[in-house]
């Protein structure tokens, strides 16, 4: 197997080397980061120094196919202070940290009819749920607008590690150590597109999912749209979720929609769970949302819904507006609130949110500042208030680069004070080789 | 597996090379043309262009050549343009589709996008710009979902960037709460005409990422990121609200690692749970079991199984009404075996 591997990536590396690429889009973001984080009562106090890099090279000309695409993201960081005790669900006692987050190589082929990524990527075709995994994906572009993808690969866990199980296998959204699936189509452009997939994941041998998965989106008159999806879990036989909505874009200052949601949560459990057997709960939402823009520079964004639960009926609403007084100068609030349908004994309440903000930009120099303040229900270790404020000073000192410094203050129910500092270089650029109009 | 980033990176350096800095890629400018249109003002522009009206694609009608100058003029220098190399282009247009509807003919079809034509020596702008386009084709829905295709073949060489008279291209709204969400299921590539998967990556490589998008981008403030300010305090108040969504993303181990960092589980040194929690945990269980797998779920090693387990202390059948898995099923499934220790539902 080893060999196989060793063989197939020599082959793309020799088809690399003929190859140009059209577009080259490079990112680079070296961050430093003070922050204080409370562990157990204790003050753990974090300086990490992050290298974060992106390439992207389009439009690669080849002899074999066309628009290839290779894509590399990844990061590198070391502790200059305490080791942090948790980095997005994975535990890590050493001060150098690092990981890929992104590694494909994409093209076409058959006259653009197929589509092939091999690679670390994400696939979101269908009820797949944007799976990250190292495998690699299918799209054909069939006759008469249909179309089937698919996919095979598995999931990814932190730093290569062990596929599956509990532990870093299951710190994304699929614990699994294999998933393959796929989705047929069918479109009318600017009538119809509709679509049936599947997705199943095994966790070293036992199932983890067995989805079968719907999506449609149909485009009525005047300028109405009717979309929704659905899963359905093979191996409960129960409906996981469904959702509908009816949208309407008739004008440029008013959009709004109306939805419809039913999900039953353990069924977004891995199989594998033995939590998994114990729970059939079912939940509805139904509400909707506007976009209004009532003045050229004023844009107003609404969404309520109604959390129809067994112990009763919730809500969550949100309401945000932004007023732009000059280009790259706006002002913006930003109010939400979720009064919980009863809830359980753990996590029982609800809260409001409010956020103000603004942006100017001038010259080279761009000022920003954000407070957000969140007002608990029930208060967690006899507080009921969240607040922080953030400002940054952001500086672009020549094409493609820029530095910033970012500051963070307030006090939450965890620590009465706290200060977070950023600073980051970015760079970010993006290259091309050939003139095309 | 390990050595796929060092080949990637191989590629890259390879296909990289002979790039260079973008610079915004102008439209055609009237500077470019020997051509003196406004001398030939009482020709048809087929007479010259003749196969324009038959081109279904940018670039497979040729420019005039000097033989068609020299249907009226002299062979000389002066009526013989020069050559001219291909041309490659990122728009999808057939001229023939037009012509036919504008509802015009000769020149008057023509000037309905081609407003301003190129002189020699002139500069400005005279490649029709996106608004003639727009002019007829509204394209609202399009627009607010950032589909592109099938008239822009690939958008990846400019910046993603709002577009001033395209409001919608911001994705405002519940575009990234939401709806972007919902179109990727199936329209995926629509997203890929200016986005590559490291920007997904940013957002949805969970168990990967350095950082959450919030901290890694402050000064992103018009964004409407999920987790902004100190999320932290209200996670379990959304999480209660609509656990499914929270699992879109992370995994059980993601929940359950934090927590045991601040000692909510395994050891229960900050015990969550409220006076009389046994006596109601099984309904609490029952309408929210995400919230459980947040400490509880490591498998046959879960405190669950301690009671739970066929003929434990608890008793009872923990399965919910309508559970229908037979032995069959258990005997094939590690996690059914963890209670069910010899195959059997009793």
């Given at each position: 197997m080893?060999r ?38 204790q ?29 590399l993201?990844l990061?590198?960081a ?19 940290s690092?990981d ?12 653009r ?33 249909f ?25 994304g959204?699929?614990r ?17 597109e ?77 199989r ?28 107003l ?11 009763g ?36 309440g ?35 208030l ?14 493609g ?37 | ?17 002979n ?71 990122t728009?999808?247009?057939s ?46 829905v ?18 993603a ?55 890694r ?49 395994r050891?229960?040194q ?61 005997r ?15």
């Amino acid at each position: 197997m080893n060999r196989l591997r060793l063989v197939a990536l020599a082959m793309l590396a020799i088809a690399a080397g003929a190859a140009r690429a059209d577009t080259i889009r490079a990112n680079s973001t070296t961050l430093l980061l003070s922050r204080e984080n409370a562990i157990q009562g204790q003050l753990e106090h974090t300086l990490p120094i992050f290298e974060i890099m992106s390439i992207t090279a389009s439009d690669v000309s080849t002899s074999f196919a066309q628009d290839v695409e290779v894509a590399l993201s990844l990061w590198g960081a070391v502790d200059l202070n305490d080791v942090r005790a948790w980095q997005g669900g994975s535990f890590t006692d050493r001060r150098v940290s690092g990981d890929v987050d992104v590694a494909y190589v994409k093209g076409d082929l058959l006259d653009r009819r197929l589509t092939v990524r091999v690679g670390r990527q994400m696939v979101p075709d269908g009820t797949s749920r944007m799976v990250h995994l190292d495998g690699g994906q299918i799209r054909l572009r069939l006759p008469a607008n249909f179309g089937v993808s698919a996919f095979a690969g598995s999931p990814v866990s932190p730093r290569f590690g062990a596929r599956g199980g509990l532990g870093y296998g299951s710190i994304g959204n699929t614990r699994a150590n294999f998933a393959t699936g796929g989705r047929v189509f069918y479109y009318l452009p600017a009538r119809l597109e509709v679509g049936a997939s599947t997705m199943i994941a095994n966790d070293r041998g036992d199932p983890s999912r067995r989805d079968l998965g719907a999506d449609f989106r149909v485009f009525l008159p005047s300028s109405l749209q009717l979309a929704g999806s659905a899963f359905y879990s093979l191996y409960d036989e129960r409906l996981g979720e469904g959702e509908a909505s009816l949208s309407w874009r008739g004008s440029r200052r008013l959009q709004a929609a109306a939805e419809y949601r039913h999900v039953e949560p353990d069924l977004f459990l891995p199989r594998t769970s033995i939590l998994s057997v114990f729970a059939n709960d079912e939940r509805n939402e139904v509400g909707g949302w506007a976009r209004l823009e009532p003045l050229r520079a004023l844009v107003l964004d609404v969404d309520y819904h109604a959390l129809l639960e067994d112990p009763g009926t919730g809500h969550r609403a949100r309401a945000r507006g932004i007023y732009t007084l000059r280009p790259r100068t706006d002002v913006g609030a930003e109010a939400a609130v979720l009064v919980s349908p009863g809830g359980t004994q753990l996590a029982n309440g609800g809260y409001w949110m409010a956020r103000a903000f603004g942006a100017h930009g001038r010259g080279p120099f761009d000022v920003t500042v954000d407070v957000v303040s969140y007002f608990l229900e029930r208060s967690i270790n006899g507080e009921d208030l969240a607040l922080t404020a953030t400002g940054t000073v952001g500086w672009r000192f020549m094409q493609g680069f820029k530095v910033l410094v970012a500051g963070t203050g307030g006090t939450t129910p965890y620590l009465t004070r706290h200060f977070d500092v950023l600073a980051k270089l970015v760079y970010d650029q993006i290259y091309v080789t050939r003139e095309v109009r | 597996m390990r050595a796929l980033p060092i080949v990637l990176a191989a590629m890259l350096a390879a296909a990289c090379s002979n790039a260079r800095v973008q610079k915004p890629v102008p439209p055609r400018t009237a500077g470019d043309t020997t051509f003196p249109h406004s001398a030939h003002v009482d020709l048809d522009c087929t007479d010259c262009h003749s196969d324009i009206p038959k081109a279904e694609r940018l670039g497979v009608a040729p420019l005039p050549t000097g033989e068609k100058c020299q249907e009226c003029h002299d062979k000389d220098a002066a009526h013989t343009p020069p050559a001219r190399g291909k041309r490659e282009y990122t728009i999808n247009f057939s001229h023939t589709n037009h012509m036919s509807r504008v509802g015009k003919k000769g020149a008057d079809a023509c000037k309905t996008c081609h407003v301003v034509l190129p002189e020699p020596g002139e500069r400005g702008v005279t490649t029709p710009p996106m608004n003639r386009c727009t002019a007829c084709h509204y394209h609202q829905v399009e627009v607010a979902e950032a589909r592109c295709t099938p008239c822009h073949v690939s958008l990846k060489r400019y910046r993603a960037e709002p577009i001033a008279q395209f409001v919608e291209f911001s994705h405002t709204g519940n575009f990234i709460r939401k709806d972007h969400g919902r179109l990727a299921k199936n329209s995926a590539e629509t997203c890929a005409q200016c986005h590559d998967q490291t920007y997904c990556a940013t957002c949805h490589a969970t168990a990967t990422v350095p950082l959450r998008p919030e901290i890694r981008f402050p000064e992103n403030v018009r964004t409407d990121f999920i987790h902004r300010g100190d999320y932290v305090s209200i996670h379990q108040l959304d999480a209660a609200r609509d656990p499914a969504s929270c699992r879109k993303c992370h995994g059980t181990q993601f929940c359950e690692s934090c927590h045991a960092v601040q000692g909510l589980s395994r050891g229960l040194q900050n015990d969550p749970h409220p006076p009389g929690w046994l006596s109601r945990h099984s309904a609490e269980a029952r309408r929210d079991i995400i919230k459980c797998s947040g400490c509880h779920d490591q498998g046959a090693a879960s405190v669950c199984v301690q009671c739970h387990t066929v003929g434990g202390i608890a008793g009872v059948n923990p399965h919910p009404g309508g559970w229908h898995h037979d032995e069959g099923d258990i005997r094939k499934n590690a996690m059914c075996m963890a209670c069910h220790t010899t195959g059997r539902i009793r």
